[in-house]
């Protein structure tokens, strides 16, 4: 993959050099337009990208990570072996982590599920949903105390 891209960019600059402009789009085209069927749904997934998320380093992050993730799966060992060594299954699977990117936050090193931006985000979340139910448990009490009297 990595091969791949470098041959995109080169050409890129080649034809930029010449005086060609090349727009982003044109790049993130001619990196998807030659990838095999495998990475169908990771195509599939650009389409849904709003159009501001979706730069060159947007692709070639997804790209990357893709084709860890791919390696990773077919070059790791089987849960079904006899060795019971589930522990090994899982680091071997997780080997690549320093190239892996985070798609919540797009730094390098974890996954989306280990994100401590998503954390904190997802705990903010839930603060802001629990402040709006007691705000509006508060002014449903406050209209049932005035309708009494």
Same mark, same amino acid.
């Given at each position: 993959?990595?091969?791949?891209?470098?041959?995109?960019?080169?050409?890129?600059?080649?034809?930029?050099?010449?005086?060609?402009?090349?727009?982003?789009?044109?790049?993130?085209?001619?990196?998807?337009?030659?990838?095999?069927?495998?990475?169908?749904?990771?195509?599939?997934?650009?389409?849904?990208?709003?159009?501001?998320?979706?730069?060159?380093?947007?692709?070639?992050?997804?790209?990357?990570?893709?084709?860890?993730?791919?390696?990773?799966?077919?070059?790791?060992?089987?849960?079904?072996?006899?060795?019971?060594? $589930? &522990?090994?299954?899982?680091?071997?699977?997780?080997?690549?982590? /320093?190239?892996? %990117?985070?798609?919540? +936050? @797009?730094?390098?090193?974890?996954?989306?599920?280990?994100?401590?931006?998503?954390?904190?985000? $997802? &705990?903010?979340?839930?603060?802001?949903?629990?402040?709006?139910? /007691?705000?509006? %448990?508060?002014?449903? +009490? @406050?209209?049932?105390?005035?309708?009494?009297?």
């Amino acid at each position: 993959m990595e091969a791949w891209i470098g041959r995109i960019q080169t050409l890129v600059l080649r034809m930029e050099h010449g005086g060609i402009e090349v727009t982003a789009q044109d790049q993130i085209l001619a990196m998807t337009m030659g990838l095999p069927p495998s990475f169908d749904a990771v195509i599939i997934n650009f389409d849904a990208t709003p159009p501001e998320q979706l730069t060159v380093n947007h692709v070639i992050t997804r790209l990357l990570n893709e084709e860890t993730r791919q390696s990773s799966s077919t070059d790791s060992p089987s849960f079904t072996n006899n060795t019971g060594d $589930e &522990a090994m299954a899982v680091t071997a699977a997780r080997r690549d982590l /320093a190239l892996t %990117a985070c798609f919540f +936050c @797009d730094k390098r090193g974890h996954f989306k599920s280990d994100c401590p931006e998503k954390a904190a985000w $997802e &705990a903010a979340k839930r603060k802001r949903i629990v402040g709006t139910a /007691a705000m509006a %448990a508060e002014v449903e +009490c @406050d209209s049932d105390s005035e309708g009494a009297w």
